[in-house]
């Protein structure tokens, strides 16, 4: 969505941005107040041609005890998730004059939910059944050790060139509520399947050089094997189209729904690899 007038967007590249001007907002609140750091529009041209913008649909999810394969579907099944956030506990303290606000603590409330489309072969519902089953005993209703089924959760939000720029990881995650899938007659579309998923807490974790599924790609040339093996299908008659699938981009035959994958091809992972590059 333009965040500028058309006209000043064309003559953007006419710009003369190499002044350096100072960016606004550091990492630290509590910079030097003293700085003179210009107002105006100038300055807002500058941070956005420094900095570029971050978007919501480039991101991607692991778990740190799944095996490379599952958390290459699951980070190219998932539909949506959501950054936690924190809040400052505090409570109120009078001693003369008006009423202090003080904290005490920091609190991660509320669940992390993400949404998966389901493969043919039902991986992200059994992935997640099989999980909770670790947590508590479906026979015996025994309850395991949380080191047996707690794990890190990572979230990373990746650029437009795949590189990370802010990573979360969630410790002490597992899975709590895997929530029902609905079936009927007058349903439409794909399965999808939503996990919430508790943790103790969260921290910041500087970005790798690359995110984890981007280097997983890079590493098998899983997307290049792909994109020859459609064109050798298609004999180059359809034309291919960029296509973002759970935070990384592929090529696809034009109208292609990115859907079909899960429905036809188990997302276009592990056993579609497999079966359809050989």
């Not at 509590?30 to 105006?40: A, E, H, I, L």
């Not at 579907?73 to 003080?102: F, W, Y």
């Not at 599924?213 to 298609?234: A, E, P, T, Y």
Request: hydrophobic share 35%.
């Amino acid at each position: 969505m333009p965040i500028l007038p058309p006209d000043f967007q064309n003559n953007l590249l006419e710009i003369d941005t190499s002044i350096n001007l100072p960016l606004v907002g550091s990492i630290s609140p509590f910079g030097d107040t003293g700085s003179r750091v210009p107002n105006g529009v100038d300055t807002l041209v500058a941070m956005i041609t420094n900095k570029d913008l971050a978007y919501p649909f480039r991101y991607e999810i692991s778990f740190n005890t799944a095996d490379a394969l599952s958390n290459l579907r699951l980070a190219v099944s998932c539909e949506n998730v959501s950054l936690p956030g924190k809040t400052i506990s505090t409570q109120e303290i009078k001693t003369h004059g008006p009423v202090d606000d003080m904290p005490y603590e920091v609190s991660f409330a509320g669940d992390v939910d993400a949404t998966f489309k389901v493969a043919g072969d039902y991986f992200e519902r059994n992935f997640f059944d099989s999980w909770q089953n670790l947590i508590v005993n479906p026979g015996t209703n025994n309850l395991g050790y949380k080191d047996s089924y707690s794990c890190e959760m990572e979230i990373t939000q990746l650029d437009l060139q795949d590189q990370p720029i802010y990573h979360l990881v969630l410790e002490d995650c597992f899975p709590k509520t895997v929530n029902p899938i609905e079936l009927g007659d007058d349903r439409e579309g794909i399965q999808r399947q939503t996990v919430s998923f508790s943790y103790r807490k969260w921290r910041f974790r500087k970005p790798e050089e690359v995110g984890f599924l981007q280097s997983v790609i890079n590493r098998l040339d899983l997307r290049g094997r792909l994109n020859r093996k459609l064109d050798d299908m298609f004999g180059g008659t359809i034309p291919m189209e960029p296509t973002a699938i759970g935070g990384t981009v592929l090529n696809l035959p034009f109208g292609l729904n990115p859907g079909q994958l899960t429905d036809q091809a188990g997302l276009a992972t592990s056993d579609f690899f497999n079966d359809l590059l050989g």
